[in-house]
């Protein structure tokens, strides 16, 4: 089974950036597409964002469309999301997730913070 | 976007109830629906895929049902560990989008 282990949330103040890492375990990495889910304290799940195993396909929420890039690093294992404008809104609990072809998301991060307030 | 819709929003159900949780998506996504479990603090965990295939390990009192626009996950005998939150999610076109979220509650 895959290990996914996010990292890079923090507190930022409204406007600021952040770039958001998940490490892969495994050398499967570029077998398939990951996602990130994000979760605002006490709501419910909300898809933000896709990459390709080739990295050559992305694909956005209407809410992040523009401010958000997704991408990924094969010689570290490594899934980015960077992030900038960020509003008091993308404040959640940001998980990666492994997209196999069969569509169902099946190894989650144990996710990572972002707080963005002044 | 396709949006998903669950209910309920609150399940109240005792250990041993059968339960159905239904969501529906506001086009057709054919079969491409999967459901998943999240309990607090911890990422959610997939149960089902393509609305009726069972991920391995997960136990066989849960199932999924539909196509379309309507889908339903079952529970045939409630246990203790089952009382969390579940989502659906479709994932036929992007942006992918899940329901709201139904929590499953101990009556």
Known sequence: ?118 | DIQMTQSPSTLSASVGDRVTITCRASQSIVGWLAWYQQKPGKAPKVLIHKASSLESGVPSRFSGSGSGTEFTLTISSLQPDDFATYYCRQYDSYPYTFGQGTKLEIK
Request: hydrophobic fraction near 35%; aromatic fraction near 10%; proline fraction near 4%.
């Open chain 1, 1 to 118: 089974e895959v290990q996914l282990l996010e990292s890079g949330g923090g507190l930022v103040q409204p406007g600021g950036s952040l770039r958001l890492s998940c490490a892969a375990s495994g050398p499967t990495f570029s077998s398939y597409a990951m996602s990130w889910v994000r979760q605002a304290p006490g709501k419910g799940l909300e898809w933000v964002s896709a990459i390709s195993g080739s990295g050559s396909a992305t694909y956005y929420a209407d809410s992040v469309k523009g401010r958000f890039t997704i991408s990924r690093d094969y010689s570290k294992n490594t899934l980015y999301l960077q992030m900038i404008s960020l509003r008091a809104e993308d404040s959640a609990v940001y998980y990666c997730a492994k997209d196999p072809p069969n569509g169902s998301l099946d190894n989650w991060g144990q996710g990572t913070l972002v707080t963005v307030s002044s």
